[in-house]
Nanobody, 123 residues
């Protein structure tokens, strides 16, 4: 029914930038939050950033504040994550996600997941 497809992952040098995109399709009841989790090797999935379709309010994890920017193109049902100043700690599989709640810290409350896209930071 609801499908989330991520793209834009890849390999970058430390300090470089990537832009992830997530295209949503199917029926999504509004309001909801849409954004990104990531899963580092051997770690649990953690919330990165999200945006509310109700008021465009945003959430950023402390680890990415000032470096990542989330935005949305409502006409195309697409959300973007601009990742700047990438650090060696940022490599992970990044997952687009949708939640009908208002929390972004716990993956248990996510209602829909994308398939993930790999981000690698290496010199």
């Amino acid at each position: 029914q609801v499908q989330l497809v991520e793209s834009g992952g890849g390999l970058v040098q430390p300090g470089g930038s990537l832009r992830l995109s997530c295209a949503a399709s199917g029926i999504i009841v509004r309001p909801y939050r849409i954004g990104w989790f990531r899963q580092r090797p051997g770690q649990q999935r953690e919330g990165v950033s999200s945006l509310s379709t109700l008021d465009d309010s945003t959430y950023y994890a402390d680890s990415v504040k000032g470096r990542f920017i989330i935005s949305r193109d409502g006409a195309k049902d697409t959300v973007f994550l601009q990742m700047n100043s990438l650090k060696p700690e940022d490599p992970a599989v990044y997952y687009c996600a949708v939640s009908y709640g208002d929390s972004w810290g716990d993956a248990e409350y996510i209602d829909r997941w994308g398939q993930g896209t790999q981000v690698t930071v290496s010199s």
